[in-house]
Structure formats: structure tokens, C-alpha cells
């Protein structure tokens, strides 16, 4: 059974930093792709970020670009996403995702539906 567990959130004002962690246990992690999502209240769950066991290549939403960074410790089983410069509408929990395909296209990554297993969320707070 996969079990994914986020830590690193909190309270942090605007313009801040935070260093999201997922820690990966009941499968080969590094044959999955792994994503980081978000859901705001009263607000759709919407990529993050993205990046590939394959290749490493690493995908982001565009708010998150330039921002954010995504890696990953295979040796660890974990998946990282530091945060910096963040702003008060970041404000969410953050969740991270486990893609067990082989060949994901690029398009697919960025979709929640595609990803197998789900953390249990971590929330971030950023005051304005």
C-alpha cells in the first residue's frame, strides 16, 4: 500500500520561504513521477509542480515559476518543493501525488486525475 506523507508546512509571511517534504513508502519510488498540488478554501485543487522518474525533467505552473523548485531524493524516498517568495494567495494546504506510469506525456503530469496516490495534505499560511 502507498503511503505519502507531506511536512514542512506552516505560517509564514509574504515573502517567506518554506521547504515542503513527501516521504514515499510502499512502492518503487523511483519508477513514479511525482506532483505537488494545492487547494485553497472554497477553491478547485490546481497543479503545482511536477517531476518525472524518467528523465528528472521538472514541470511548473506558471504563478510558480521562477519561484518554486521541485526534486527529488531517490535514495530517500522523498520529493521536495521549496517555496520562496510567497504570497498571501499561496495560502493552502499542499499535497503531494504519486504518478505510477511509464510514459507519462507532458500535458497528463500537470493533471491531478493521473496520479495514483495522495498525502494527507500539509497547510501553508502566508500573512500579508
Known amino acids: 500500500q502507498v503511503h505519502l506523507v507531506e511536512s514542512g508546512g506552516g505560517l509564514v509571511q509574504a515573502g517567506g520561504s518554506l521547504r515542503l517534504s513527501c516521504v514515499a513508502s510502499?512502492?518503487?519510488?523511483?519508477?513514479?513521477?511525482m506532483g505537488w498540488f494545492r487547494q485553497a478554501p472554497r477553491k478547485e485543487r490546481e497543479f503545482v509542480a511536477t517531476i518525472s522518474w524518467s528523465s528528472g525533467n521538472t514541470y511548473y505552473a506558471d504563478s510558480v515559476k521562477g519561484r518554486f523548485t521541485i526534486s527529488r531524493d531517490n535514495a530517500k524516498n522523498t520529493v521536495y518543493l521549496q517555496m520562496n517568495s510567497l504570497k498571501p494567495e499561496e495560502t493552502a494546504v499542499y499535497y503531494c501525488a504519486a504518478d505510477p506510469r511509464p510514459r507519462p506525456s507532458i500535458p497528463t503530469l500537470r493533471l491531478g486525475a493521473f496520479y495514483e496516490s495522495w498525502g494527507q495534505g500539509t497547510q501553508v499560511t502566508v500573512s500579508s
Open positions: 510502499g512502492l518503487t519510488f523511483s519508477r513514479y513521477s
